[in-house]
């Protein structure tokens, strides 16, 4: 029987269900990377828990009341979700004028599908944290409840699982670097407390060298949400979410 059901949005790795399908929980992985025709579903020895891969366009409106109106009534103990950031993160600055030219509402319309991701989770009444880098959010939305860096989080992974296992190449082990991250969070969500992996030498990684460019695999590994923080989200919220789901018993 499962624990409960976790929901990610604008998640195609499925790291951060990780933790949660490993303890037994029912996990929904929504992307529209995944694919429309085959649902693809990651199972784990000795866990009933899974990642359920959904395609799904998180941009239109009606794909969130859908995905509201399905899980509604179900044992939903946590939410997550890592919006697009293209427009919005100051990173990206630069590039912000042109994109007015072309649409001069293109970072509220990037702001709205935000908000309606925290609406969503609001009324689903869950605890819940959306995930962005440093951006315009904090001045068009509101400012985030936390900040962190992969780094701070690098602890938590075992140290026989250093070595990152899909794109060691590309990130560092044990999530040893930096990159200042922002979440919003709403419920009862709990802030997990850091565990401190060690950064090179001169304090950064020099992994952004290796992950320039515009394709997509890039973007994806330079987005994927960091093993250690995956796993203090998990053991930070895990008693929340037992208490959550025990009121639909």
């Not at 579903?41 to 009341?65: C, M, P, R, W």
Request: glycine share 8%; hydrophobic share 35%; with cysteine.
């Amino acid at each position: 029987m499962s624990k409960g059901i976790v929901i990610s949005l604008y998640d195609f790795t499925g790291e951060a269900l990780k933790p949660w399908a490993l303890a037994g929980y029912t996990c929904y992985a929504f992307d529209i990377q995944h694919s429309k025709q085959n649902l693809n579903t990651d199972t784990f020895v000795g866990s009933k828990g899974s990642i359920n891969y959904i395609h799904a366009d998180l941009h239109d409106q009606e794909t969130l009341n859908a995905i509201q109106s399905e899980f509604g009534d179900k044992p939903v103990v946590f939410g997550m979700a890592f919006p697009v950031c293209t427009d919005m993160a100051v990173s990206g600055a630069a590039h912000f004028k042109r994109k007015a030219e072309a649409n001069p509402f293109f970072q509220a319309d990037a702001v709205g599908h935000v908000t309606a991701i925290s609406r969503m989770f609001n009324g689903m009444a869950i605890p819940y944290f959306i995930e962005n880098p440093v951006s315009v959010l904090a001045t068009k939305w509101r400012k985030p409840d936390h900040y962190f860096h992969p780094y701070h989080y690098g602890g938590y992974i075992p140290d026989d699982q250093a070595e990152h296992p899909r794109w060691p190449e590309y990130i560092a082990a044990r999530d040893a670097y930096p990159k200042k991250t922002c979440l919003w969070t709403g419920g009862s969500f709990n802030m997990p407390p850091p565990c401190y992996s060690n950064l090179p030498d001169g304090g950064y990684s020099k992994q952004h060298l290796k992950l320039g460019g515009k394709s997509q695999r890039t973007k994806d590994i330079r987005s994927a949400t960091p093993r250690g923080f995956a796993i203090a989200i998990y053991e930070a919220n895990k008693v929340k979410a037992v208490e959550e789901n025990s009121s639909w018993l």
